[in-house]
């Protein structure tokens, strides 16, 4: 996002606000628009990717739809139309060959103009009673999701792909602007639609729900009822006299601050592949180390402050993501609040039902593999949210295995609670003990994250025990 | 105001403040002292040589408009040592040092000779040199190196860093404003350029116009951190493209009066800012420092007639050479004329950036150089 970008996204969000009659229809047409205009790549792609996140989008809603109204049926006609409008206008930006724009153009108009008249058709959508079947579009579309994450982070199954497309496709990782957010709100819902616990929004929310604009680059994940909640919430009559507005400004700057300020200037001493190559000073690797964890929390809350803050000037509070996770006593406490909308969708829709498979084979004896099994596993997966690599993979492990580890150790000194609770001081010792332990094990952690080979990992774990 | 919301209120509030604070920012400049402060030569060791990056990230350096700050953060600022006679190289790329490691250039490899002066010192020199070919600047570099007690400065030249009308489009002396119209005033310059450049305007005094200035100032503080780590200040290319052997068919020369120059087909000591060398020597000599002149080695071209590489032709270099000459003989300079001491396979990229070799051999001749100056100053 850039700074022009986010003046956009607040001017949209005031002019919403302070039309309130038309507030969410505004945020509705701003996210389409955003979705377009937040695409990255040129030509093809950059019209492509949004318009297919659309069709996704539409797709997974016909699946958890009960009865489309009338009033859905005309933002079916709409989101054609405007998405129509803005696939062609993203490839004329472009730059696209004029002739290939031409042979688009024709088509597009046609789609544009009978946009609005297609949302008749949803009348003849199959949407079948029979919940079973429904559930298998559910199942299929959940497979389809994790599929095109696949395709976005190898980058071989990328680069097979964009060959298809492009003559110098397969060299070139196709950037699919906030999918992975968008996929992981769309997986939360076909999950919960499974096991019939997913709320029937309009076409119009549920749109709204997926590419709300403030976070589609960054997040965070909102849950369907939560996000549904807040676009009935009443709000004030005066935008403007509303401290909403003032506090969402408040947020906004404070993002500004963290992202454009401190994680920018701490990102020129942060590890990188090219610095932790030709470093080998133990005090200034963990300088480099330090400056990394700095800059990687401050930039991705940096984010998500802007996200939230312009959320509240539109009047949705969207759910915090980093509440001080450098702060936390235990690595337990670092990842409920560090990412805590992803952390928390792996721990509904991954670790809990994995962990209740393995409890039903003959491991359910075995109490403490079960928990190593499944912490590790999940924390896997959330690295390879990241990124598909072995280096994800690495740091998966290494705090799965602390998890484990920390639950492990604080089941073993649980009877020690009472004694340290006695002594008012020694608790205190030992709180700040734990949070520079806990910070230290995450600090380390980002060396896996930030360097994608592991002789460069070897070299920098070395560097900073002095060897 | 109390019928205003909160919302309003507080904005009229902010920009009010932030309208008084560009105030005081205009009057006080607080970015002039903040340009004398460092890390380096403190937290960090000082550079080796000018902060200058084509690619900022990469190479842990960053191209900066302010001199001071340059200067602050090069090695010649830190405290001098008693043995040492400290010698302030300036120049343009080829002396800074480009596609070449900070200790493969001419002033690092002079103080590998470790050169001893008449009275026992060790020759210690600094490279000042700065990617540009303009003279000016070499005056602006002079004036700060001059703070730091040098014994004796080097300045190398060429043909192309003394044309007048090329000496100021460049953002590191448009930066410098004030001081180059001082200079302008006190040694009446002529440069035709000075008349399309503008003053700085209010804005360009305000926070808002020198927001770039203070973040890079920041920047360069902390990429310090990373450059004392990995060593890195420029980035080499993989690949370095080969001196262009195919000059035009042409005696033609760009930048100069080209009318007149093509009736006469020579440069005198007025076609060239020859006064901008008298004025730094000038500055030096108050603080008696000596400077040798150097003409600095450029490529020739075995095989062209008319050419002696992509920047001269012939006649132009040739009556440059014979008008520095008649310049140094007049104004009393200790000059020495070395276009020709590196032969032409020894050039990289251009006509005057050196191979590492070719560097430390050439310092050999500075070398040879700075002892006939001692023995006939």
């Known amino acids: 996002m850039t700074l022009a970008g986010i003046a956009l996204m607040i001017g949209g969000a005031l002019i919403a606000r302070l039309i309130p009659r038309w507030r969410l229809e505004l945020l509705w047409v701003g996210s389409l628009i955003a979705l377009f205009g937040l695409q990255q790549e040129n030509g093809l792609w950059g019209a492509a990717l949004p318009a297919f996140t659309l069709l996704l989008v539409i797709g997974v809603w016909v699946i958890i739809q009960k009865r489309p109204t009338p009033e859905d049926r005309l933002h079916l006609g709409l989101i054609i139309g405007i998405g129509g409008a803005l696939t062609v206008l993203s490839l004329i930006l472009s730059g696209q060959p004029p002739a290939e724009t031409l042979m688009v153009l024709p088509a597009a108009g046609l789609v544009v103009l009978g946009g609005l008249n297609v949302g008749a058709l949803i009348r003849d959508l199959p949407h079948p009673e029979a919940d079973s079947a429904r559930k298998r579009f559910a199942l299929l579309g959940i497979v389809g999701i994790i599929g095109l994450l696949a395709i976005l982070k190898l980058p071989t199954l990328q680069g097979a792909v964009n060959s298809l497309v492009q003559a110098d496709g397969a060299d070139r990782l196709i950037g699919w602007v906030g999918f992975s957010y968008i996929a992981f709100r769309l997986m939360h819902v076909l999950l919960d639609y499974r096991i019939g616990r997913v709320t029937a929004v309009s076409l119009r929310d549920f749109t709204l729900y997926s590419l709300f604009f403030p976070a589609i680059p960054a997040g965070p994940i909102t849950r369907l009822e939560q996000f549904h909640k807040e676009l009935q919430r009443e709000l004030p009559t005066k935008p403007l006299a509303s401290d909403e507005v003032l506090q969402g400004l408040v947020r906004i700057g404070i993002g500004l601050l963290k992202k454009f300020v401190l994680a920018d200037t701490l990102a020129l001493i942060a590890l990188t592949p090219n610095t932790a190559a030709h470093s080998s000073s133990t005090a200034i690797l963990w300088l480099m180390v330090y400056a990394y964890a700095l800059q990687l929390f401050f930039d991705f809350s940096g984010y998500v402050d802007i996200a939230i803050g312009i959320g509240r000037i539109a009047g949705i509070t969207l759910p915090e993501n980093f509440k001080a996770p450098y702060f936390q006593r235990n690595l337990t406490q670092f990842w409920n609040q560090w990412h805590i909308t992803l952390s928390t969708w792996f721990r509904l829709y991954f670790f809990m039902p994995f962990s209740r498979v393995l409890m039903s084979t003959p491991l359910k004896s075995q109490r403490a593999l079960v928990i190593l099994l499944a912490q590790v596993a999940t924390m896997i997966l959330i690295g390879l949210w990241h990124g598909a690599a072995l280096n994800f993979v690495l740091w998966g492990t290494w705090h799965g295995v602390g998890l484990w580890a920390h639950k492990q150790i604080s089941d073993r000194l649980r009877g020690w609670d009472g004694f340290v609770s006695n002594r008012p001081r020694l608790g205190q010792l030992i709180t700040v003990g734990s949070v520079i332990a806990t910070f230290h094990f995450v600090a380390v952690g980002w060396v896996f994250f930030a360097l994608p080979n592991l002789d460069l990992i070897g070299h920098t774990l070395a560097g900073l025990i002095g060897r | ?377």
Not at chain 2, 24 to 42: A, G, H, M
Not at chain 2, 236 to 252: A, E, G, K, Q, S
Not at chain 2, 346 to 360: G, K, P, V, Y
């Open chain 2, 1 to 377: 105001m109390k019928n205003l919301s909160p919302l309003a209120r507080i904005g009229i509030k902010a920009a009010l403040l932030f309208a008084l604070f560009n105030f005081l920012y205009v009057l006080i400049q607080p970015l002039d002292l903040l340009n004398q402060i460092s890390i380096y030569n403190w937290l960090v060791p000082g550079r080796a040589r000018l902060p200058f990056a084509d690619y900022p990230e990469s190479s842990f350096n960053l191209t900066l408009n302010s001199l001071d700050q340059m200067i602050v953060s090069h090695q010649i600022a830190r405290p001098k040592a008693p043995d040492e006679y400290r010698v302030a190289h300036l120049g343009d790329s080829g002396v800074w040092g480009y596609l070449l490691k900070p200790d493969q250039t001419q002033a690092a490899c002079l103080s590998d000779l470790k050169v001893h002066t008449p009275d026992g010192r060790v020759v210690r020199a600094y490279n000042l040199g700065y990617p540009k070919l303009t003279v000016v600047k070499d005056l602006l570099i002079l004036r700060r190196a001059l703070r730091y007690q040098p014994d004796l400065i080097i300045w190398s030249v060429s043909l192309a860093s003394l044309y007048p009308g090329d000496q100021l489009d460049f953002t590191v002396i448009r930066a410098h404003y004030d001081e180059v119209k001082a200079l302008i005033d006190q040694y009446g310059f002529n440069f035709p350029e000075w008349v399309q450049i503008s003053p700085p305007t209010l804005w360009d005094r305000s926070f808002l116009g020198q927001r770039r200035a203070a973040a890079d100032w920041l920047r360069h503080q902390m990429v310090g951190i990373t450059w004392a780590a990995t060593g890195i200040d420029h980035v080499m290319p993989v690949f370095v493209p080969p001196h262009p052997t195919n000059l035009l068919p042409d005696d033609n020369v760009l930048s100069v009066n080209p009318i007149q120059l093509r009736e006469t087909r020579r440069f005198t000591p007025d076609d060239l800012a020859l006064g901008v060398i008298a004025a730094g020597v000038a500055e030096a000599k108050a603080l008696n420092v000596p400077i040798v002149i150097i003409n600095e080695p450029i490529y020739r071209s075995p095989n062209h007639d008319l050419r002696y590489n992509t920047y001269y032709p012939k006649w132009a270099f040739d009556t440059y050479r014979e008008a520095m000459v008649e310049a140094a003989r007049v104004e009393g300079w200790f000059y020495r004329d070395l276009w020709d001491a590196v032969g032409s396979d020894q050039f990289t990229d251009t006509d005057f950036h050196l191979r590492a070799e070719a560097n430390c051999a050439f310092a050999q001749q500075l070398r040879t150089a700075l002892q006939e100056f001692w023995v006939s100053p």
